[in-house]
Protein backbone atom coordinates (compact mmCIF):
# COMPACT_ATOMS: atom_id res chain seq x y z
CA UNK A 1 0.00 0.00 0.00
CA UNK A 2 1.14 3.80 -0.47
CA UNK A 3 1.02 3.81 3.61
CA UNK A 4 3.84 1.46 3.35
CA UNK A 5 5.88 2.63 1.28
CA UNK A 6 5.75 6.15 2.77
CA UNK A 7 6.48 4.06 6.36
CA UNK A 8 9.98 2.95 4.21
CA UNK A 9 8.72 -0.74 4.72
CA UNK A 10 11.85 -2.16 2.64
CA UNK A 11 9.74 -5.33 1.90
CA UNK A 12 7.04 -3.05 -0.19
CA UNK A 13 9.48 -0.97 -1.49
CA UNK A 14 11.27 -4.23 -3.01
CA UNK A 15 7.46 -5.72 -4.23
CA UNK A 16 6.74 -2.09 -5.83
CA UNK A 17 10.41 -1.71 -8.00
CA UNK A 18 9.91 -5.73 -9.26
CA UNK A 19 6.58 -4.76 -10.56
CA UNK A 20 8.22 -1.27 -12.14
CA UNK A 21 10.78 -2.83 -13.87
CA UNK A 22 8.29 -5.80 -15.27
CA UNK A 23 6.06 -2.90 -16.67
CA UNK A 24 8.70 -1.23 -17.68
CA UNK A 25 10.35 -3.92 -20.00
CA UNK A 26 13.87 -3.30 -18.63
CA UNK A 27 16.33 -4.86 -20.82
CA UNK A 28 18.17 -7.07 -17.56
CA UNK A 29 16.90 -10.20 -16.29
CA UNK A 30 14.87 -10.47 -12.96
CA UNK A 31 15.95 -13.42 -11.22
CA UNK A 32 12.92 -16.55 -11.07
CA UNK A 33 12.30 -17.38 -7.39
CA UNK A 34 13.64 -14.96 -5.52
CA UNK A 35 12.33 -14.83 -1.64
CA UNK A 36 13.20 -13.18 1.70
CA UNK A 37 12.38 -14.30 5.08
CA UNK A 38 10.60 -11.89 7.09
CA UNK A 39 10.95 -12.07 11.14
CA UNK A 40 8.39 -10.02 13.07
CA UNK A 41 8.34 -9.38 16.66
CA UNK A 42 5.42 -8.12 18.44
CA UNK A 43 5.08 -7.44 22.19
CA UNK A 44 2.25 -9.60 23.62
CA UNK A 45 -0.36 -7.10 26.27
CA UNK A 46 0.87 -9.87 28.75
CA UNK A 47 4.25 -8.36 28.16
CA UNK A 48 6.17 -11.40 26.52
CA UNK A 49 7.52 -11.27 22.96
CA UNK A 50 5.44 -13.10 20.21
CA UNK A 51 8.10 -14.35 17.01
CA UNK A 52 7.43 -15.08 13.78
CA UNK A 53 8.37 -16.08 10.52
CA UNK A 54 7.73 -15.83 6.99
CA UNK A 55 8.91 -16.09 3.99
CA UNK A 56 7.94 -13.74 1.36
CA UNK A 57 8.27 -14.46 -2.38
CA UNK A 58 9.82 -11.24 -4.27
CA UNK A 59 9.77 -12.73 -7.92
CA UNK A 60 8.64 -15.82 -7.34
CA UNK A 61 8.94 -18.98 -10.29
CA UNK A 62 7.02 -15.85 -12.64
CA UNK A 63 8.92 -16.88 -16.07
CA UNK A 64 7.06 -13.89 -17.31
CA UNK A 65 9.86 -11.65 -16.04
CA UNK A 66 12.29 -9.83 -18.73
CA UNK A 67 14.68 -11.59 -20.43
CA UNK A 68 16.92 -11.31 -22.86
CA UNK A 69 19.58 -14.03 -22.90
CA UNK A 70 19.63 -17.14 -21.16
CA UNK A 71 22.41 -16.45 -18.87
CA UNK A 72 23.07 -12.95 -18.47
CA UNK A 73 21.89 -11.10 -15.44
CA UNK A 74 22.72 -7.72 -13.95
CA UNK A 75 25.70 -8.60 -12.65
CA UNK A 76 26.85 -9.60 -15.86
CA UNK A 77 25.42 -6.32 -17.78
CA UNK A 78 27.48 -4.58 -15.06
CA UNK A 79 31.05 -6.24 -15.76
CA UNK A 80 30.52 -5.62 -19.69
CA UNK A 81 29.85 -1.11 -19.15
CA UNK A 82 32.69 1.02 -17.99
CA UNK A 83 35.23 0.51 -15.00
CA UNK A 84 33.69 3.43 -12.90
CA UNK A 85 30.10 1.44 -12.51
CA UNK A 86 32.21 -1.84 -10.87
CA UNK A 87 34.57 0.62 -8.60
CA UNK A 88 31.07 2.18 -7.56
CA UNK A 89 29.58 -1.23 -6.69
CA UNK A 90 33.03 -2.23 -4.91
CA UNK A 91 32.79 0.62 -2.65
CA UNK A 92 29.30 0.29 -1.75
CA UNK A 93 29.67 -3.60 -1.13
CA UNK A 94 32.88 -2.64 0.55
CA UNK A 95 30.91 -0.19 2.68
CA UNK A 96 27.88 -2.49 3.25
CA UNK A 97 30.52 -5.52 4.42
CA UNK A 98 32.28 -2.75 6.95
CA UNK A 99 28.90 -1.99 8.41
CA UNK A 100 28.03 -5.27 9.10
CA UNK A 101 31.49 -6.58 10.30
CA UNK A 102 32.45 -3.26 12.32
CA UNK A 103 30.51 -5.59 15.43
CA UNK A 104 32.94 -8.18 15.11
CA UNK A 105 36.06 -5.13 14.53
CA UNK A 106 36.89 -6.29 11.20
CA UNK A 107 37.53 -3.17 8.53
CA UNK A 108 37.70 -5.00 5.05
CA UNK A 109 40.46 -2.58 2.59
CA UNK A 110 39.99 -4.76 -0.67
CA UNK A 111 37.03 -6.95 -0.68
CA UNK A 112 38.41 -8.80 -3.42
CA UNK A 113 41.51 -10.12 -1.58
CA UNK A 114 40.30 -10.36 2.09
CA UNK A 115 37.51 -12.61 1.12
CA UNK A 116 39.58 -15.25 -0.18
CA UNK A 117 40.11 -17.19 2.82
CA UNK A 118 36.73 -17.56 2.96
CA UNK A 119 36.88 -16.22 6.63
CA UNK A 120 35.17 -12.85 6.14
CA UNK A 121 32.42 -14.13 4.63
CA UNK A 122 32.04 -16.63 6.82
CA UNK A 123 31.98 -13.79 9.68
CA UNK A 124 29.80 -11.85 7.08
CA UNK A 125 26.83 -15.24 7.16
CA UNK A 126 26.24 -15.28 10.65
CA UNK A 127 26.05 -11.85 11.33
CA UNK A 128 23.45 -11.49 8.21
CA UNK A 129 21.62 -14.85 9.31
CA UNK A 130 21.76 -14.34 13.31
CA UNK A 131 23.83 -17.64 14.61
CA UNK A 132 26.73 -18.11 16.09
CA UNK A 133 29.70 -20.12 14.57
CA UNK A 134 32.07 -21.99 16.62
CA UNK A 135 35.82 -21.61 15.67
CA UNK A 136 36.55 -25.16 15.27
CA UNK A 137 34.13 -25.51 12.16
CA UNK A 138 36.40 -23.41 10.28
CA UNK A 139 40.31 -22.26 10.11
CA UNK A 140 40.32 -18.78 11.38
CA UNK A 141 43.82 -18.06 9.75
CA UNK A 142 44.22 -20.40 7.51
CA UNK A 143 48.18 -21.50 6.50
CA UNK A 144 47.44 -23.01 3.07
CA UNK A 145 45.28 -23.31 0.55
CA UNK A 146 43.69 -26.42 1.54
CA UNK A 147 42.51 -24.52 4.74
CA UNK A 148 41.53 -21.60 2.72
CA UNK A 149 39.30 -23.81 0.27
CA UNK A 150 37.78 -25.84 3.36
CA UNK A 151 36.79 -21.92 4.48
CA UNK A 152 34.93 -21.21 1.07
CA UNK A 153 33.12 -24.51 0.93
CA UNK A 154 32.12 -24.17 4.62
CA UNK A 155 30.70 -20.26 3.38
CA UNK A 156 29.12 -21.25 0.42
CA UNK A 157 27.32 -23.81 2.32
CA UNK A 158 26.29 -21.28 4.75
CA UNK A 159 24.72 -19.51 1.90
CA UNK A 160 22.91 -22.45 0.14
CA UNK A 161 21.43 -23.14 3.83
CA UNK A 162 20.52 -19.25 3.63
CA UNK A 163 18.30 -19.76 0.53
CA UNK A 164 20.75 -17.52 -1.60
CA UNK A 165 21.56 -20.19 -4.87
CA UNK A 166 25.15 -20.32 -5.92
CA UNK A 167 24.43 -20.58 -9.99
CA UNK A 168 27.65 -20.21 -11.71
CA UNK A 169 30.07 -19.84 -8.56
CA UNK A 170 32.65 -22.28 -6.91
CA UNK A 171 34.66 -22.22 -3.94
CA UNK A 172 38.08 -23.08 -5.88
CA UNK A 173 37.41 -20.16 -8.15
CA UNK A 174 37.44 -17.60 -5.57
CA UNK A 175 40.07 -19.39 -3.68
CA UNK A 176 43.76 -17.61 -5.53
Same mark, same amino acid.
Given at each position: ??????????LVTIHLLV??????????????????QVSVIKMS??????????????????????????????????????????????????????? &? @??? #????? !?? +? %????????YLIYLMSI???????????????????? &? @??? #????? !?? +? %?????????????????
Amino acid at each position: SVEEIHKKNPLVTIHLLVALAKFFNIPQTIPNNVSVQVSVIKMSPDGTFEYSTTREEITGGDTTAVSHGPTKDVFDQLFNERNDKIDVVRKSLTFFVNK &K @LSI #MQVDV !KN +I %ETEFQSGVYLIYLMSILEGYFIPLGLYHETPLNFDQ &K @LEN #MYFAF !KL +I %EEAGIPLKRTRADEVVP
